[in-house]
Every structure is written in structure tokens, then in C-alpha cells.
């Protein structure tokens, strides 16, 4: 099945006692059994397995050509469970110098409590990555592109480090999508998603994704899945579920606003630069060109006016929306150094006061460059 086949079909075969064509939502705790410890279909328990978590969680191993997916509540909640399976106290990680911010405060504030280091490595630098490397380092954390600087990372590339080395490789997909990047294909052992971005696409629920590429490592995933308990709803995975149905579609409309809203900004007096994996001047261009089938739907720039420009920016504009988060069908705005990126006030993290970032959405492109072109003016 391709990509478009299966974000419909893959796991979503009608409701065999129904006839339902849209999976249901199995709002259950609990399932009944035929005598002690027999069960009609595999779930006692819904932390364990949901019928319509499953369906979510088959239809995202398929997209991801892996051996296995795995729905959680949450992004981080994805993230955390992924590496306490991947790592033990003692491990050292390889992270992003320009890591989302909650994946940083993640390893700064949380496994750095439970005995996993890290390394903050611009990761376009891969004679830094190998320097980075030690005996212990169990893992490479990569973010491709990244959240809200845009720059990229060679996967391949990463992947023949981190196993030469002896330690595994993760991609956080968020911004490109499996629609626009196939982190397993590319040699990475698992990529992670928060759903609450473009696979949910419609900004009305939180959720999180980790794909693996071998079965063991999916078992072990299981397990902590199970034994950490951080799984999502079934209503919040029917969500999800029914958003990836338009992934391509929406994803296609993501990539062709944002390339002309990139182009536009790059021409306007009122723009210092802009941060696009589209645009030829990317330092991360040619990477991109080859590792993903467009550029995605995030665009940041840096504002000539400095801080209050980009915070007057922000607060003119009427169709896309001031707010934080990223990857729905409506345009959003915002200044990631007093918003989304302010917890990363101490990290290696440079967020310029000047930078906006913008989640381009699937509206008329007409309307946003209208948008914008008022609130700049
Ligand atoms: C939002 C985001 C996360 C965290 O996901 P939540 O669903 O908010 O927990 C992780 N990585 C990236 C790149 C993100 O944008």
C-alpha cells in the first residue's frame, strides 16, 4: 500500500460485528472474559490495549514503514518513555544544540535526575558528533528540522555515526511529518511525534508517536508503555487517527503556502532573514532537498526591527492566530523567546529576541500574505 493508501486503509478495516467504516471509539476501561483469563480478543485492560489505540498505532508503524508503533498521551510523554527504554542510569545521549524546548528540559531537568547525560551538539557538524561521542553514549537525539530555528541534520549521516559507535539513533519527525520524511528508510532506529502537530493537523488534541524499525526494541517499547502507563484515550486516538487520514493532502497545501510566504518574507524591508529548508540560501538546503519530499509547513524570520517589531508583528495580525503549538489546519504566529522557547532561557538554545515563528496553514495563500503584509506595514 503507498503512503496515501494506507494513512486511509492501514489498520481501518470496517467493524467486523458492524460494518462500521470509521474504527470506533472503544471508550472502555475494561473488556469481559470468557472464564478466567479467557479473552475474545487479546485486551483485558485498556492501559495495556485499546482496539481503537491499536488501529492508530497500526496505521503509524505502516506510514513509517517500521516493525512497530506506539500511541502515548503526549509528545514528551513519548520522548520519556522512548529513552528510558533505549538508555539506563550511566548512559550518555547526544542531543541537538537547538533542541525543542521541552526535549532539552526533558534531559536537563528530568533524566539527568536519573542518571542519563547529554551532550548539546550542533548536529549539522558531524566532526562534532563524532567528537561528542564516548564509551557510553547509548544514543543520538535528532531533530529534523528543528523547532523553531529550521535547521537540518544529515539522517543517514547520523545513523552511520551512531552505530558505528555503538549507540542507536532517533529522529523527532514532528515538522517534517511522515508524509514529507521516512527517518527509518533513512537508517534512524526510531522516530517519535508529537501528534498533537501534523498527524492530528486540526489543533484539538495533545498526543505523541514513537515508530521503531526492529520488533525488539518494539517489545521492549511495549513493556514500558504498559508499565509507565503514559498512553493516550481512545476518543484522543480516534482523533488522531481521523486527522492522518488528510495528512497528504494537507501536508501538500502546508509546503506550497509556506514556500511562497518564505519567498515573499525574503523580499520584505521589514525581514532581517528567513529561516526556510525550501529556500536555495538554507544552509541546510541540499540535505533537505534529498532526505525530504518538500519543506514543510514551518517558517521563522528574524524581524529588522529587533525585538519590538517582532512583538508588534505578532500582535497585528488577524488571520493567523497568536498561540503557541504548530501543525493545524489554521495559520498560527508567535515569538518564540516569550513563548514557546522561554523555559529555554538557560539552555544552549539561541532564540534571538527578533525571531517570529510561523505555523502556515491551509487557508487561501492570498488572505495570508494579505495578513501579514498589513501587520508589516
Ligand atoms: C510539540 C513538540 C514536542 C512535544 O510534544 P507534546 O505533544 O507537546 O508533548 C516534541 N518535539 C517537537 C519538535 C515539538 O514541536
Same mark, same amino acid.
Not at 471509539?25 to 479467557?38: K, L, N
Given at each position: 500500500?503507498?503512503?496515501?493508501?494506507?494513512?486511509?486503509?492501514?489498520?481501518?478495516?470496517?467493524?467486523?460485528?458492524?460494518?462500521?467504516?470509521?474504527?470506533?471509539?472503544?471508550?472502555?476501561?475494561?473488556?469481559?472474559?470468557?472464564?478466567?483469563?479467557?479473552?475474545?480478543?487479546?485486551?483485558?485492560?485498556?492501559?495495556?490495549?485499546?482496539?481503537?489505540?491499536?488501529?492508530?498505532?497500526?496505521?503509524?508503524?505502516?506510514?513509517?514503514?517500521?516493525?512497530?508503533?506506539?500511541?502515548?498521551?503526549?509528545?514528551?510523554?513519548?520522548?520519556?518513555?522512548?529513552?528510558?527504554?533505549?538508555?539506563?542510569?550511566?548512559?550518555?545521549?547526544?542531543?541537538?544544540?537547538?533542541?525543542?524546548?521541552?526535549?532539552?528540559?526533558?534531559?536537563?531537568?528530568?533524566?539527568?535526575?536519573?542518571?542519563?547525560?547529554?551532550?548539546?551538539?550542533?548536529?549539522?557538524?558531524?566532526?562534532?558528533?563524532?567528537?561528542?561521542?564516548?564509551?557510553?553514549?547509548?544514543?543520538?537525539?535528532?531533530?529534523?528540522?528543528?523547532?523553531?530555528?529550521?535547521?537540518?541534520?544529515?539522517?543517514?549521516?547520523?545513523?552511520?555515526?551512531?552505530?558505528?559507535?555503538?549507540?542507536?539513533?532517533?529522529?523527532?519527525?514532528?515538522?517534517?511529518?511522515?508524509?514529507?520524511?521516512?527517518?527509518? /528508510?533513512?537508517?534512524?532506529?526510531?522516530?517519535?511525534?508529537?501528534?498533537?502537530?501534523?498527524?492530528?493537523?486540526?489543533?484539538?488534541?495533545?498526543?505523541?508517536?514513537?515508530?521503531?524499525?526492529?520488533?525488539?526494541?518494539?517489545?521492549?517499547?511495549?513493556?514500558?508503555?504498559? /508499565?509507565?502507563?503514559?498512553?493516550?484515550?481512545?476518543?484522543?486516538?480516534?482523533?488522531?487517527?481521523?486527522?492522518?487520514?488528510?495528512?497528504?493532502?494537507?501536508?501538500?497545501?502546508?509546503?506550497?503556502?509556506?514556500?511562497?510566504?518564505?519567498?515573499?518574507?525574503?523580499?520584505?524591508?521589514?525581514?532581517?532573514?528567513?529561516?526556510?529548508?525550501?529556500?536555495?540560501?538554507?544552509?541546510?538546503?541540499?540535505?533537505?532537498?534529498?532526505?525530504?519530499?518538500?519543506?514543510?509547513?514551518?517558517?521563522?524570520?528574524?524581524?529588522?526591527?529587533?525585538?519590538?517589531?517582532?512583538?508588534?508583528?505578532?500582535?497585528?495580525?488577524?488571520?493567523?492566530?497568536?498561540?503557541?503549538?504548530?501543525?493545524?489546519?489554521?495559520?498560527?504566529?508567535?515569538?518564540?523567546?516569550?513563548?514557546?522557547?522561554?523555559?529555554?532561557?538557560?539552555?544552549?538554545?539561541?532564540?534571538?529576541?527578533?525571531?517570529?515563528?510561523?505555523?502556515?496553514?491551509?487557508?487561501?495563500?492570498?488572505?495570508?500574505?494579505?495578513?501579514?503584509?498589513?501587520?508589516?506595514?
Amino acid at each position: 500500500m503507498k503512503f496515501e493508501t494506507a494513512a486511509i486503509h492501514a489498520g481501518q478495516k470496517p467493524d467486523p460485528v458492524t460494518g462500521s467504516v470509521v474504527v470506533p471509539i472503544h471508550q472502555t476501561s475494561t473488556y469481559a472474559q470468557d472464564g478466567v483469563g479467557g479473552l475474545r480478543s487479546g485486551y483485558e485492560y485498556s492501559r495495556t490495549g485499546n482496539p481503537t489505540r491499536t488501529a492508530l498505532e497500526t496505521c503509524l508503524a505502516a506510514l513509517d514503514g517500521g516493525a512497530r508503533g506506539l500511541a502515548f498521551a503526549s509528545g514528551m510523554a513519548a520522548e520519556d518513555t522512548l529513552v528510558r527504554t533505549m538508555c539506563r542510569p550511566g548512559d550518555h545521549v547526544v542531543i541537538p544544540a537547538d533542541a525543542y524546548g521541552g526535549t532539552y528540559r526533558l534531559f536537563n531537568g528530568v533524566l539527568s535526575g536519573w542518571g542519563v547525560e547529554h551532550t548539546p551538539v550542533d548536529l549539522s557538524d558531524l566532526a562534532a558528533v563524532r567528537a561528542a561521542l564516548q564509551p557510553n553514549t547509548r544514543l543520538i537525539w535528532c531533530e529534523t528540522p528543528t523547532n523553531p530555528l529550521l535547521s537540518i541534520a544529515d539522517v543517514g549521516a547520523l545513523a552511520e555515526i551512531a552505530h558505528g559507535g555503538g549507540a542507536r539513533l532517533v529522529v523527532d519527525n514532528t515538522f517534517a511529518s511522515p508524509y514529507l520524511q521516512l527517518p527509518l /528508510a533513512l537508517g534512524a532506529d526510531a522516530a517519535v511525534y508529537s501528534t498533537t502537530k501534523y498527524l492530528g493537523g486540526h489543533s484539538d488534541v495533545v498526543g505523541g508517536a514513537v515508530v521503531v524499525a526492529d520488533a525488539g526494541l518494539g517489545a521492549e517499547l511495549g513493556y514500558a508503555q504498559n /508499565a509507565i502507563g503514559a498512553v493516550p484515550g481512545a476518543f484522543d486516538s480516534w482523533l488522531v487517527l481521523r486527522g492522518i487520514k488528510t495528512l497528504g493532502v494537507r501536508m501538500e497545501r502546508h509546503c506550497a503556502n509556506a514556500g511562497r510566504i518564505a519567498d515573499w518574507l525574503s523580499g520584505h524591508p521589514a525581514v532581517e532573514s528567513v529561516l526556510y529548508p525550501g529556500l536555495p540560501t538554507h544552509a541546510g538546503h541540499d540535505i533537505a532537498a534529498r532526505q525530504m519530499r518538500g519543506y514543510g509547513g514551518m517558517v521563522s524570520f528574524l524581524a529588522s526591527g529587533g525585538e519590538s517589531a517582532a512583538l508588534d508583528i505578532c500582535s497585528r495580525t488577524t488571520v493567523f492566530i497568536l498561540a503557541e503549538s504548530l501543525g493545524g489546519v489554521e495559520s498560527l504566529i508567535e515569538h518564540p523567546g516569550r513563548m514557546t522557547h522561554a523555559s529555554t532561557a538557560n539552555s544552549p538554545l539561541q532564540v534571538l529576541p527578533s525571531l517570529v515563528r510561523l505555523s502556515v496553514g491551509i487557508e487561501d495563500i492570498d488572505d495570508l500574505i494579505a495578513d501579514l503584509d498589513q501587520a508589516m506595514s
